[in-house]
């Protein structure tokens, strides 16, 4: 086996682990917040929505 197929398995396996974070990563995300907030335009600016609740939902 020679290197070039060596770090052909390698950037292989690296790109899986990165697939499968991006996937957890977007899981958790799409968790924890309201898809709401997610798809706003409101850059830079803190949000009454924070992790899905809104204040009038009385959420702790």
């Known amino acids: 086996m020679s290197l070039w197929n ?18 957890v990563d977007a899981l958790l995300v799409s968790s924890q917040y309201d898809e709401e907030y997610l798809m706003s335009s ?3 600016r803190e949000s009454p ?9 009385g959420g702790a």
């Open 42 to 44: 409101r850059e830079g």
């Open 49 to 57: 929505a924070v992790h899905g609740v809104l204040p009038e939902e």
């Open 6 to 23: 060596i770090l052909g398995y390698v950037a292989w396996g690296l790109s899986a682990i990165l697939l499968a974070w991006m996937l």
